[in-house]
């Protein structure tokens, strides 16, 4: 049985429940999920600008070496803890199944791995409509956009120059009758956009990364 603070040992209503989980996502992902919450109706896209990775776009490595991977989310450039708890085990195994390291807890002073997948807020944001080509924007009727930067920098160990990628994302939620936007694939939930977001994201990124031929 779950109790909630206010009722001083009653249990927890049905409506109490539902709105501690909508809490949650709100403090995951932000913007998005606040519209979800304040409209209590939305359906979820995921841009297809940036789409899954196919078999062998992530070019092999002869030798792989430990790695020790860090990865953060964050909120307008603010460090996001809750999102970050969220989707740090999806991160490791990405990399682990890239095969571009022998392993992602690597000795420290050694490589070093940095992911941050930072979350900004689109719509209605004059500067965000220019956040990159061929995402899905100036869509007509209650559309919110939220944009994703996967900053990706690899530090090889020794006094090497680091090697940066970056890739771009977006999702996108329709709220009551909104025509759903175009060149964007359905979720059927916040939880599988997140998810499906991050993996093309971070794929994306180790398959840029794998190409780089500063990469060793």
Known sequence: MIYSKKSKG????KNQ????????RVL?????????LMSGCASMYVDTATRD????DIKPVAQPQPVQLKFEFQTKGA???????Y????VAEQVKKSGLFSSIDGPAGGALLNIVLNNIPLTDNPEGKG???????GLAGSVVTDGYVCKLTYLPAGDAQPVNKEVRHAIHATIGNANPPENAIPSKDGDEAVRTM??????????DLSHDPNFK
């Open 10 to 13: 009653g249990p927890m209503s």
């Open 17 to 24: 429940s539902l709105q501690n989980q909508m809490l949650k």
């Open 28 to 36: 995951m992902v932000g913007a998005l999920a606040a519209t979800m």
């Open 53 to 56: 990775i196919q078999p062998g």
């Open 79 to 85: 460090p996001n803890a809750t999102a970050t708890a």
């Open 87 to 90: 989707l740090k085990d999806q």
């Open 131 to 137: 956040f990159v080509t061929g995402l899905t924007f």
């Open 198 to 207: 991050t993996r093309q994201i971070v794929d994306n990124a180790l398959k």
